[in-house]
């Protein structure tokens, strides 16, 4: 789908109108000037995608605020941990499948989380974080699995 200054100028090219205040362009020229800005935006609409994420990891190195977000995993992670033995005392219960769903709930909460973040800091940050907590969120993982044989 073409974007609105594209639109214009392809609707003007179709209509022969002037580009510019001058003489109206020949043929071969709108149609050509058509396909170069549609080949524009379009170009600009796939960039902007890795320009937005440049500029998230930009801020989040730039500032605390990636910390902030590893301490919210962090509590997640306990709470998350908490629903699992919770559910794991549900086992031969009635109640399991209710205490099952809300660790999974929780544990994918904490994953979701955990992969954003990973996705918006720089690699040297990332790597340094995917160190000291990789194995944390590799233990709810298993712990979740583990959960889901319980009752298979």
């Known amino acids: 789908?073409?974007?609105?200054?594209?639109?214009?100028?392809?609707?003007?090219?179709?209509?022969?109108?002037?580009?510019?205040?001058?003489?109206?362009?020949?043929?071969?020229?709108?149609?050509?000037?058509?396909?170069?800005a549609a080949a524009a935006t379009q170009a600009q609409a796939a960039a902007a995608p890795a320009r937005a994420q440049q500029q998230q990891r930009r801020a989040l190195s730039s500032s605390s605020d990636w910390q902030a977000?590893?301490?919210?995993?962090?509590?997640?992670?306990?709470?998350?941990?908490?629903?699992?033995?919770?559910?794991?005392?549900?086992?031969e219960t009635v109640y399991f499948n209710e205490s099952a769903e809300l660790a999974r709930n929780v544990v994918g909460e904490v994953l979701e989380r955990w992969g954003g973040l990973l996705a918006s800091l720089p690699d040297e940050e990332a790597a340094k974080l995917q160190r000291s907590m990789g194995l944390k969120i590799e233990q709810l993982k298993a712990e979740l699995k583990e959960l889901d044989e319980l009752h298979a």
């Open 1 to 36: 789908m073409l974007r609105q200054p594209a639109a214009r100028l392809l609707a003007r090219c179709l209509s022969l109108q002037p580009i510019s205040s001058g003489a109206p362009a020949a043929a071969g020229q709108v149609v050509a000037a058509a396909a170069a």
């Open 69 to 91: 977000e590893v301490d919210l995993i962090n509590e997640k992670f306990a709470e998350a941990r908490e629903e699992i033995e919770m559910a794991r005392d549900d086992a």
